[in-house]
Every structure is written in structure tokens, then in C-alpha cells.
């Protein structure tokens, strides 16, 4: 029969009453016939197939068995290889204590600093440290959820949602997963997608945020405008505020500054009644003359000459 996951069942009854008195002979008439079973699949179909066999046991203990049998398939499966493993108690399944918080907490770190390599490297060594063949089926499945537990606290604690991540449901479904190995590999998959949001939305917050500075400048051209005052109105730290205005704008914010405080001394000027020194002040300059030497060196022109050429035009 072929259960949910899409694995082949097979419920097997010794046919002769030797076979169905010696556990150790039956054990290896399957072996050995599963091992002819593998030698055509791969020969004739190049088709790797895994077995996973256990003792005789009563009707009412199928159930348990099988899920035993299940969670070591997964434990043990890598694509490729075609073996065939015992699911007896006590093959080697140990009680050993986990000790991934450490590796974890590195993981953590370096989703939080966005150092994809570093998180990537993190990962795949942590990955083979739980894979060990003496670890039990409980060890890393416990192991897959302490990672796991700690995608999820950085999706709730980042408020990500899901058109941003994608169906992050398999995180805390361990079953779902063909295999120990697949699911590895999906934890991976979802610390890619976990970060490649977290960036867009501090990049989104940051724009977001230059944005309003922006709109700040713009409206208030007479106050103080230096980068410490924009920095410490907008939580940035100067340093970061100026290199990424840079990247964003394309411009030095300095530049940026002057550009408007041009542009509205321009439309000032255009405007009679208007005296020199109200569109200095109004632009951040107390003294005229100082506006007069920023004007001309921008524009080649002094205010009152803009003016006239306006005028006479």
C-alpha cells in the first residue's frame, strides 16, 4: 500500500514456520532480498531505492511502529543512495543531550546583521553537526525545531508577512517534509526569504525616511539644516545618513540642500516686493552678502542680476 507521503507499505507473514520462529533468519532472508531488489532497480531503472525494515510485532502496535519506522526513514534518507536500515530499538539512537543553542544564537546573528554568506556557512555546519549518524530520531527533530522556533520569532518579531516570505506554514511541520534532509534544506530556503524581506523593509523604511527629510528641507530652507540636526530629527546616525542620501539620491545632501535653497531663492526673486535679504533670510542666510557670494557662485549670476534679467525678460 503507499501511505500519504507517497512511500511503498508492505505488511509481510513469514510463509514457513521456520522463517516465523527465528526473528534473526527472517531478518536476513528480507535483507537479502531487498538487496536484490535494489541491484535491479539501479541497474535497470537507475533508480537508488531505500528500505526501511523492523521486527515482527502485534496488530494493535502497527501504528506506533510505523511512525517509528517513518521519522528513521526521514532521519536517514540522502538522495542517492540506496541502503537499507534496521528500525529496532536501540540501533544506535542515543538520548544524548542537544547542544546547538550556541550555533543557533550564531544563526540568529547573522540573519540580524543581513550577512547572508556568513548565515549560509552557519547554517550548512550546524546542519552536519545534527546529522551525525549516532543522533536519534528525537535529538533531531528537537534540533530541526529549535532552529525552526527561531525563524518564526524573527518573522513575528519583524512583523514579516506572507506575500513577503512566501507560505511559511512547513516551518512548524516537521511531517511534511519527505525527508530530515529536505527539511534542512527548506529551513535554509526559508532563512533566504526571511532575509531577503528583512532587507526590503529596512531598505523601504530608510527611503521612506529620506523621503521625509526631504519634505523637511523643503519646508524649512530658513532653519538649521546641517547634517548632525537632519540626522538626530530622523534617528540616523550622520555618518550612515550621509552615505546612504548619497546612494538614494544620487546626490551629497549638502548639494541637495543648496539645489533647493537656489530653487527658492529663484522663485522669491521672480516675485516684486520681495526685498534681497527677506529671500536670503528665507533660505538660511542672515547676511545678504553671504547669499549674495552662495547665489553667484551657483549660478554665476548675483540675486539682483537674476532679478533683472527676469525683470527685463
Known amino acids: 500500500m503507499e501511505d500519504k507521503f507517497g ?62 519506522l517513518r521519522q528513521l526513514q526521514q532521519l536517514r534518507t540522502v538522495s542517492g543512495l540506496s541502503v537499507i536500515w534496521s528500525g529496532q530499538a536501540g540501533t544506535g539512537e542515543t538520548r544524548e543531550e542537544l547542544r546547538i543553542s550556541s550555533r543557533t544564537e550564531i544563526i540568529a546573528a547573522h540573519l540580524e546583521a543581513g550577512r547572508k554568506e556568513k548565515l549560509h556557512e552557519a547554517l550548512n555546519d550546524t546542519v552536519c553537526y545534527i546529522l551525525q549518524d549516532h543522533w536519534g530520531i528525537h535529538q533531531v ?20 508577512q506572507k506575500e513577503q516570505i512566501g507560505d511559511w506554514s512547513r516551518l512548524m511541520r516537521l511531517d511534511e517534509h519527505a525527508s530530515i534532509a529536505e527539511s534542512f534544506q527548506y529551513l535554509s530556503s526559508a532563512s533566504d526569504a526571511i532575509l531577503a524581506a528583512r532587507q526590503s523593509d529596512e531598505h523601504n523604511q530608510a527611503t521612506n525616511a529620506i523621503e521625509r527629510i526631504c519634505h523637511y528641507i523643503d519646508n524649512n530652507l530658513g532653519e538649521d539644516l546641517s547634517l548632525v540636526r537632519l540626522a538626530e530629527l530622523n ?51 542672515e547676511a545678504a552678502h553671504s547669499f549674495t557670494r552662495f547665489f553667484k557662485k551657483v549660478t554665476g549670476m548675483t540675486p539682483q542680476e537674476y532679478r533683472d534679467t527676469f525683470t527685463n525678460y
Open 235 to 285: 534617528h540616523f546616525n550622520p555618518t550612515y545618513l550621509s552615505r546612504f542620501f548619497k546612494q538614494e539620491q544620487g546626490i551629497n545632501l549638502s548639494d541637495y540642500i543648496d539645489e533647493c535653497r537656489v530653487r527658492r531663492a529663484m522663485e522669491m526673486l521672480k516675485a516684486e516686493g520681495i526685498k534681497i535679504r527677506e529671500v536670503a533670510a528665507a533660505v538660511g542666510y
Open 7 to 68: 512511500g511503498l507499505l508492505w505488511f509481510l507473514q513469514p510463509a514457513t514456520v521456520e522463517l516465523r520462529d527465528s526473528e534473526h533468519q527472517l531478518k536476513r532472508y528480507l535483507e537479502g532480498t531487498l538487496e536484490l531488489i535494489q541491484e535491479a532497480c539501479l541497474e535497470e531503472l537507475q533508480l537508488p531505492v531505500a528500505f526501511t525494515v523492523c521486527a515482527p510485532c502485534t496488530w494493535d502496535a502497527v501504528s506506533a511502529q510505523y511512525d517509528r
Open 141 to 160: 527533530t528537537e534540533a530541526y525545531y529549535t532552529l525552526a522556533l527561531m525563524f518564526l520569532s524573527c518573522i513575528n518579531r519583524w512583523g514579516l
